[in-house]
């Protein structure tokens, strides 16, 4: 029973790739999808790799994203903002199709910014993260999602889960990087709770009356909160504005109220930040990559960590010895790419 | 003793500002200073107000700030950033000579940053925020400090309490903003429960050794801790990369080693990247400025409530009643003004 089958990350992106064409997916949307599940596969980011397929099928087949949606880049010139409509699609091909314009554009002003409308989005954000660092650049990233999280002081879900991502480029190794919620926890982690019959931890949640609560039950029904108290809260708040409402995409409540669920891979904007080091640096002592090394190594000198190194570890194994899969796994993909959209419900 | 002297905003400004120029600071520096410190009083935000007017005098004595610089706009043309040099004076001149640049660029670009170097830091990160908003952008502001917090999982102090501020506009209105410490406290606030013999709470700081610690002094020759844990402690982080190194200023541990004290202001640079909600928004259904209302509306309707909104009520009622000093600071800005720079150690 503990039989597993490894294989390279190539043939892993095909079979995924191969799923989402069977379920009626379109060239750029499977292949984008699929090189974000993969790399979560890859990373060991169990939550981010095939065990998100069934969800994007689901979505699919509820009829909330367009499966053959093309996106497209809207022309800004003479801006420091790149606009792509993702069309309705998922939000990883309108990146793909951005990224080189984004670069292009914050190499010369020195930062830009791109705006993914119309979008379904699914992933992490360290894959957008590290697509800037793939660039030399550095980079923020944001989107709300659903209304699950109450503000502090607050007693009803109305902030998402909002992710917020950052990355810096390294050269020869992989970035610094760090991809989180804005919430305590993220919905899963108290969903895998419920499931365990645990209590959560204190000072994740609160019940439907506004009160704490370690019940998952209760935190289900009530709303999850912010990390960090009020400093958190506040950078939520500004996610729903600068990566919803400023772009001009739904908010976590909007969100909500137009998929009335949370099972489905919700449909916003997504904001992405790009600085060009050296046009910030220039003319200033030093050398900002060099520098950032230093702070790097003081850091890891006081057994401190930095953000993500568990993720490239993974990384790099998988890189040379593949991805090894578990018979469920195995099964699971032949049973999705047999049923396709009949395999969800 | 408990007699009160109630000026006009118009009169304190004056007289802290005679106090600057009686120490030697030129007319730019004076005036600037003088503002920002005027707005901590107006605010009612007294840890930013005419108590700061002796560690601004201690460091020009110090010799660690230049009292008579004048700002120097650099020419970056064809770029979204505008670079300030404050030639080793405050930053509050740097940004106000900054300030109408960037916005003309954030408008133009739909977002830009303004770059402040050399700079002497001395205020609360609002002024600069709401500086922004009166612009009609919303926008971030970063800052390193001092070497003074510990890494989650370190035992060192090595990142600054490094304060983070955001700002979006509203019509008619104050500006949603908030500032805060990167740390879960201010240094100033360990420092004042050591003066009351007062334990921290918990999880504010560790000891010399890494351990937690609620003795004040024993926090104070250790480190202090995050905000929100690694969340936080990875937002201080990208901080001193994006607002130290990436500018080529001073990261926290190198200001700590200029310095040699955490008595005096900071010497670093500033990082202020201000966006245009029309351009961000142009061609999206909705207005941002209506929709952002809404969702103040729902945090409101939940009672919860919006950064600031003490500072803008004391603010709306020192603009209508003046400000009032107690005898003792009013004592305290007569002996500044009389003794100068002789007023300080």
């Given at each position: 029973?503990?039989?597993?089958?490894?294989?390279?990350?190539?043939?892993?992106?095909?079979?995924?790739?191969?799923?989402?064409?069977?379920?009626?997916?379109?060239?750029?949307q499977?292949?984008?999808?699929?090189?974000?599940?993969?790399?979560?596969?890859?990373?060991?980011?169990k939550?981010?790799?095939?065990?998100?397929?069934?969800?994007?099928l689901?979505?699919?087949?509820?009829?909330?994203?367009?499966?053959?949606?093309?996106?497209?880049?809207?022309?800004?010139?003479?801006?420091?903002?790149?606009?792509?409509?993702?069309?309705?699609?998922?939000?990883?091909?309108?990146?793909?199709?951005?990224?080189?314009?984004?670069?292009?554009?914050?190499?010369?002003?020195?930062?830009?910014?791109?705006?993914?409308?119309?979008?379904?989005?699914?992933?992490?954000l360290?894959?957008?993260?590290?697509?800037?660092?793939?660039?030399?650049?550095?980079?923020?990233?944001?989107?709300?999602?659903?209304?699950?999280?109450?503000?502090?002081?607050g007693?009803?879900?109305?902030?998402?889960?909002?992710?917020?991502?950052f990355?810096?480029?390294?050269?020869?190794?992989?970035?610094?990087?760090?991809?989180?919620?804005?919430?305590?926890?993220?919905?899963?982690?108290?969903?895998?709770?419920?499931?365990?019959?645990?209590?959560?931890?204190?000072?994740?949640?609160?019940d439907?009356?506004?009160?704490?609560?370690?019940?998952?039950?209760?935190?289900?029904?009530?709303?999850?909160?912010?990390?960090?108290?009020?400093?958190g809260?506040?950078?939520?708040?500004?996610?729903?504005?600068?990566?919803?409402?400023?772009?001009?995409d739904?908010?976590?409540?909007?969100?909500?109220?137009?998929?009335?669920?949370?099972?489905?891979?919700?449909?916003?904007?997504e904001?992405?930040?790009?600085?060009?080091?050296?046009?910030?640096?220039?003319?200033?002592?030093?050398?900002?990559?060099?520098?950032?090394?230093?702070?790097?190594?003081?850091?890891?000198?006081?057994?401190?960590?930095?953000?993500?190194?568990?993720?490239?570890?993974?990384?790099?194994?998988?890189?040379?010895?593949?991805?090894?899969?578990?018979?469920?796994?195995?099964?699971?993909?032949?049973?999705?790419?047999?049923?396709?959209?009949?395999?969800?419900?």
């Open positions: 029973m503990s039989e597993t089958t490894t294989l390279t990350i190539a043939a892993v992106q095909e079979r995924v790739e191969a799923i989402f064409r069977r379920a009626g997916l379109n060239a750029v499977a292949g984008a999808l699929a090189r974000v599940i993969v790399a979560g596969e890859r990373d060991a980011c939550s981010h790799g095939i065990y998100r397929i069934e969800g994007a689901r979505t699919v087949k509820a009829g909330k994203v367009k499966p053959d949606a093309t996106p497209e880049l809207l022309p800004q010139e003479g801006s420091a903002i790149v606009k792509v409509n993702a069309m309705g699609g998922f939000a990883n091909p309108a990146f793909e199709l951005g990224l080189p314009v984004l670069a292009e554009r914050a190499r010369t002003l020195g930062l830009a910014a791109l705006v993914i409308n119309d979008c379904t989005h699914f992933s992490a360290w894959p957008e993260a590290e697509g800037l660092t793939d660039m030399g650049l550095a980079g923020l990233v944001m989107c709300p999602s659903y209304a699950t999280v109450a503000p502090t002081g007693n009803k879900p109305l902030l998402g889960t909002n992710p917020f991502a990355a810096w480029p390294r050269e020869g190794r992989p970035p610094y990087v760090f991809d989180f919620a804005t919430s305590v926890a993220a919905r899963g982690e108290i969903e895998l709770h419920r499931r365990a019959g645990k209590p959560l931890p204190e000072g994740w949640a609160i439907a009356s506004g009160n704490p609560t370690t019940d998952p039950d209760a935190a289900l029904a009530g709303a999850m909160l912010p990390f960090g108290g009020h400093k809260s506040a950078i939520g708040t500004m996610i729903e504005l600068l990566a919803g409402i400023m772009i001009g739904l908010t976590s409540p909007e969100v909500l109220d137009y998929l009335g669920t949370t099972t489905l891979a919700p449909f916003h904007g904001l992405i930040i790009a600085f060009s080091p050296e046009a910030f640096a220039a003319g200033r002592p030093g050398n900002p990559f060099d520098r950032a090394e230093v702070l790097f190594d003081a850091i890891l000198g006081q057994g401190a960590r930095l953000p993500s190194q568990r993720r490239f570890a993974a990384r790099a194994k998988s890189e040379v010895d593949g991805i090894t899969l578990t018979a469920a796994e195995m099964e699971q993909l032949e049973r999705l790419h047999t049923l396709g959209l009949d395999a969800v419900a």
